[in-house]
């Protein structure tokens, strides 16, 4: 043993030991202190898992996903939808998914393939980009030819959302129009939720292997449901369901996974749909009762008690009709009660405001833009409600590309240099071996929004620019535009100027005489600032 461990260290753990059992006895040092806290944990977990009067309703045992979605999947998604038709708010977080998520342009491709030399190949580049332009047309892409890629990009987040899960099926060959490939949205239900097998392994109509990856999807048969929901989705006594087999490569199933082993999406109003239905109901009643009140205007009696006969349902109740205006005769033997109804009273907006509060958290959406209610909301509210919403988009976007466009643009893609229908300006015809450049080089370009305070954002875009945090690119794809089409609008724009002789060419500066900011000359970027200040000036107007 050390010398310094039997001068030092021993007596001095000798003398601190009667103090530490003193503080134990007392109770300031558990004698135990990861038994402490297991029982901390374990009171948590108690008071969770307590079942009582209170809490014998609420589910005790974990429910498998699929196990839900074999119970629930379609009676979920039938209320989902009829909300979707009838209720006025879940209309508008239909619009508000489709408007913020797609946008008026929809999600495009930026093709950005370099040359050896590091320059952009604005050649490849643009005949890849008006290549898709041609094929986004109704015509081209659609196999029904009714929507265009911009409205099909919104009927699928919007299928995916009510829904729950969009799918979309691709055609190839001769029949598949010019360029050789067509895609269509089918319905959800027509993936069979009831067909499940175990040789091959199928589970809601999803066929898999061993380590759950699709191979296939069966479809109901879409002859035999050419009057859906009336026969079970082509139910046939005779023969069962008919399905059609297609596989996996052909079929885009997109859904947000919540659960680890999910193989059905579920609609996203699915915890908001009874407080939905339930308020809608207290609204009507409290609508109902309101014109009830302001429509009766009185009754009359007669002297010797004799009235006309009672008007009665087809149950035998009594009923009374209220018309604006109207006097009516008290059936015979009778009388009236008091009656002065006066609801809804004043407590029926808080009451509305909180259930939709509710809603608007089961939407994951603010309430302030769900319900269109601005009272009472200031600057710093609004744009911090403002703000998460767009970060939500935003997500909701990488969703899009992820599940449905990008997949779809590089099948695309193949099948467009395959049968040669990418052609650049010089007529020529852009080669096969250019696929996985291209493919690589391609990102998505989403709708933007313009600021909550565009002149105080902009001024602080400005400043990050000029001290270096930022750039003039990425600001111009926060708008939602692309910075090369930018930058060549305004060479063109310029370059029109001059030829109009409305630009006063300047004198030639020496180098050190022009300030530069990131090595860009300031004035050219007051000249892009003051472009997107326009912008936002003419979004407002």
Not at 212 to 241: C, E, M, N, W
Not at 313 to 331: C, V
Not at 370 to 376: C, I, S
Not at 460 to 469: D, F, M, P, R
Request: aromatic share 8%; net charge negative.
């Amino acid at each position: 043993m050390a010398l310094s461990d039997r001068l030092f260290w021993r007596p001095l753990a000798a003398g601190l030991r009667p103090l530490a059992s003193g503080l134990r006895r007392v109770g300031f040092i558990p004698s135990n202190p990861w038994a402490a806290a297991a029982r901390a944990t374990q009171g948590h977990l108690k008071a969770g898992s307590l079942s009582d009067r209170l809490t014998k309703s609420w589910v005790s045992t974990p429910v498998p996903i699929d196990e839900v979605i074999r119970q629930g999947l379609q009676s979920t998604r039938a209320r989902a939808r009829e909300q979707a038709l009838n209720n006025d708010y879940d209309s508008r977080f239909d619009a508000m998914v489709r408007s913020n998520v797609v946008g008026p342009y929809g999600i495009r491709p930026q093709v950005k393939v370099k040359t050896a030399d590091g320059e952009l190949d604005r050649l490849l580049n643009s005949a890849v980009e008006r290549a898709w332009q041609e094929w986004s047309r109704p015509e081209n892409c659609d196999v029904t030819g009714k929507d265009s890629l911009v409205g099909l990009q919104g009927l699928w987040i919007s299928t995916v959302r009510k829904d729950g899960e969009s799918i979309v099926r691709y055609y190839e060959g001769r029949t598949a129009g010019r360029f050789g490939f067509q895609i269509q949205l089918q319905d959800p239900e027509l993936l069979d939720v009831k067909f499940s097998h175990d040789t091959p392994r199928i589970r809601f109509g999803v066929e898999l292997d061993e380590r759950d990856k699709p191979l296939a999807y069966h479809f109901l048969d879409q002859k035999v449901t050419d009057t859906p929901y009336i026969s079970g989705y082509g139910y046939s006594a005779a023969t069962g369901r008919d399905h059609i087999r297609v596989p996996a490569e052909l079929i885009r199933h997109g859904f947000i996974r919540k659960h680890v082993g999910q193989k059905r999406g579920l609609p996203w109003s699915a915890t908001a749909l009874p407080r939905m239905k339930m308020l809608e109901g207290y609204e009507e009643a409290a609508v109902v009762n309101a014109r009830v009140g302001a429509s009766k205007m009185g009754f009359f009696k007669s002297e010797d008690g004799r009235g006309l006969p009672a008007q009665t349902t087809s149950s035998g109740a009594k009923r009374i009709a209220a018309e604006p205006g109207t006097f009516d005769d008290l059936p015979a033997n009778t009388s009236l009660e008091t009656w002065n109804p006066t609801y809804p009273h004043e407590q029926y907006p808080y009451f509305v405001k909180s259930q939709l509060r509710g809603i608007a958290s089961g939407l994951n959406v603010s309430y302030t833009v769900l319900a269109n209610d601005l009272e009472g909301v200031n600057f710093s509210s609004i744009r911090t409600a403002i703000l998460e919403d767009r970060d939500i988009w935003r997500g909701l976007q990488c969703f899009t590309i992820d599940q449905f466009l990008r997949p779809t643009f590089e099948r695309w893609l193949l099948l467009a240099l395959v049968t040669g229908q990418v052609v650049d300006e010089s007529g020529g015809v852009v080669s096969v071996a250019e696929y996985d450049r291209i493919k690589m080089a391609t990102t998505f370009q989403t709708r933007g929004w313009p600021w909550v305070d565009p002149f105080k954002d902009a001024k602080a875009a400005t400043e990050s620019i000029t001290n270096g945090t930022g750039t003039i690119s990425e600001y111009i794809r926060e708008k939602g535009r692309d910075p090369n089409e930018v930058f060549e609008e305004q060479e063109d724009e310029q370059n029109a100027r001059r030829e109009k002789g409305l630009v006063v060419e300047e004198e030639e500066s020496s180098e050190d005489d022009v300030t530069t900011i990131n090595g860009i000359p300031d004035r050219v970027v007051d000249e892009i600032v003051e472009r997107v200040l326009d912008d936002i000036r003419e979004g407002q107007t």
